[in-house]
């Protein structure tokens, strides 16, 4: 274990940021809040403030959504040739600058470079995609079955549109609600988390260049999530909130979406399990575990929460593993060698300990790590635990950090059964030679996306998205992300 403090923090005009953070980015606009309060960025890995972002007001709100609205005729009239183009400029641009863009993202959320990279080329991707998607919508035509009139169905973009996401993947989760909203021919308020809202700053400046005219896409950032959103999704204008985080931030927000009757997209919390049968190859097996378990210091929806391997070759996994998961260097997410960057808030560390405390306290094994290493920075040891136990809090809440327990079990229908004992059903992972058991167990498991011998699931061309209280509706995919951004209107016409 290597703790490396952080040594060289990038100085802020590297990055710009106050070219975009002095404002918030309304009507293509960066404007003041109507409030003076701000809200500070830390970079988790010293704990120091990397700088300050407007903290918006429901004024504010009702200025976005203003804009939103001035904004919607024009773009929806856009050719979508026009449209894929911007778009694609998008990805361009987000390719060209991937290095600063990454860097920026390291910085306010800690995650590893090469993590950090890899979100960049993720999260342009879906302009891409999307900009192959802008003109291929199109429309039914059919005939009644009483022969009396024809069927004519048009898809329209839905209307305004609400995005709320997450700090665990600033860029990634932002546009892959922004691409496919705007191919569809939508505006947008963009809320991101208080924690990363550089990057969607960042962005906004770069879509803005690449030529999404002013008002499509409006961002706010807010430390009073609750009363803001309220705001925006009281306003009849806006048709559609799409939302990732927490489960129970989630159901709040269905319940006052509920009021106007808007269209949801809720991509929830997760609970993955990842299950290594006897006939697996081992080697590859421990490869798709420190992907699927690691990624992003394990603060990913899709991490492996909870790690299945069956008696016959348990404990030979769990010493391999447990040699991989020591050697990882942590450090701070800036640093080129740095595998396991902090988690993003001390909270996130005391949640982590207490897991980690309970398992133990319930009989699990460390094998190694098991704390927070000591000084500045909210690192967590990569940790592997054994023996744990089922009734153990982090057998039924998300860990979101470098932490992964071990369950041995016996036969393909007791693994199939304990796995599917959550709430959620996001991911799943399942490594076994025989592909006639892997089809069967990944048709039985509950989940929206299951990784067969892989330890990564996420791909722009793929639906992505949970099913039971993981999330409603799909994001990505050939026609799924699109969809949710529009709606049918059905014409009957006779001729
Ligand atoms: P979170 O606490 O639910 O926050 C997500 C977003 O909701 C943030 O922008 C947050 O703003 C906002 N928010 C919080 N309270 C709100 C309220 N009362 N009204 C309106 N907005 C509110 O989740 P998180 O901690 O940022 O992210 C981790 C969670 O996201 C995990 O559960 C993870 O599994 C899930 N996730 C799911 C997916 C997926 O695709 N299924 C992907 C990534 C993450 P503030 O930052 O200002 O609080």
Not at 78 to 101: D, N, Q, V, Y
Not at 451 to 456: P, Q
Request: charged content about 20%.
């Amino acid at each position: 274990m290597n703790v490396n403090q952080h040594s060289s923090q990038p100085g802020h005009d590297r990055f710009g940021f106050s070219s975009f953070s002095d404002g918030l980015y309304i009507g293509g606009a960066w404007r003041s809040a109507a409030g003076e309060s701000r809200i500070q960025v830390i970079d988790p890995s010293t704990e120091a403030v990397i700088t300050a972002v407007p903290d918006a007001t429901v004024a504010d709100a009702a200025a976005a959504v203003e804009a939103a609205a001035s904004a919607a005729e024009g773009w929806r009239e856009t050719p979508p040739r026009k449209r894929s183009e911007i778009l694609r400029r998008c990805f361009e641009l987000m390719m060209e600058r991937s290095e600063t863009l990454a860097t920026l993202i390291s910085l306010e959320n800690g995650k590893a470079l090469r993590d950090a990279r890899g979100e960049v080329a993720y999260a342009a991707e879906f302009f891409r995609w999307n900009a192959e998607e802008a003109v291929r919508i199109s429309g039914e035509f059919g005939i009644a079955p009483s022969g009396t009139n024809r069927i004519v169905v048009d898809y329209q973009p839905i209307g305004i549109c609400v995005l709320i996401t997450p700090w665990n993947f600033p860029a990634a989760m932002a546009t892959r609600k922004i691409a496919p909203a705007l191919a569809a021919g939508c505006t947008v308020i963009l809320k991101p988390a208080s924690e990363t809202p550089l990057t969607a700053y960042a962005l906004a400046a770069l879509y803005e260049e690449a030529g999404v005219p002013p008002g499509v896409v409006n961002v706010l950032t807010t430390s009073t999530p609750g009363p803001v959103t309220a705001n925006l999704l009281a306003d009849p204008r806006v048709r559609k909130l799409s939302f990732t985080g927490s489960t129970g931030v989630g159901r709040m927000l269905l319940a006052e979406a509920a009021k106007n009757v808007i269209s949801c997209s809720m991509e929830l919390g997760g609970n993955a399990p990842f299950i290594v049968f006897d006939d697996a190859d081992i080697d590859a097996a421990i490869e798709g575990l420190m992907v699927a378990k690691m990624r992003n210091a394990g603060q990913a929806c899709t991490a492996a929460n909870r790690i299945y391997v069956q008696s016959g070759i348990h404990d030979v996994f769990a010493e391999k593993f447990t040699q991989r998961m020591a050697a990882l260097r942590v450090g701070p997410g800036v640093d080129s060698d740095t595998e396991c960057g902090p988690m993003i808030t001390r909270k996130a560390v005391e949640k982590i300990d207490r897991l980690v405390a309970d398992a133990i306290s319930r009989g699990a094994r460390v094998l190694c790590g098991g704390q927070a290493p000591a000084g500045r920075g909210f690192f967590y040891l990569p940790t592997v635990l054994a023996d744990v136990s089922p009734a153990s809090d982090m057998g039924c809440e998300e860990i979101f950090g470098p932490v992964a327990p071990l369950y041995r079990f016996e036969s393909e229908a007791e693994v199939v059964a304990i796995a599917n004992d959550t709430e959620y059903g996001l991911a799943a992972y399942i490594y076994t030679r025989d592909i006639g058991r892997g089809m069967r167990v990944a048709s039985k498991v509950e989940a929206g996306m299951v990784a067969l011998n892989r330890g990564l699931v996420s791909d722009p061309a793929a639906p992505f998205g949970g099913v039971k209280q993981s999330g409603l509706g799909r994001e990505g995919g050939q026609h799924h992300g699109i969809a949710e951004f529009m709606e049918a209107k059905y014409i009957a016409t006779s001729f």
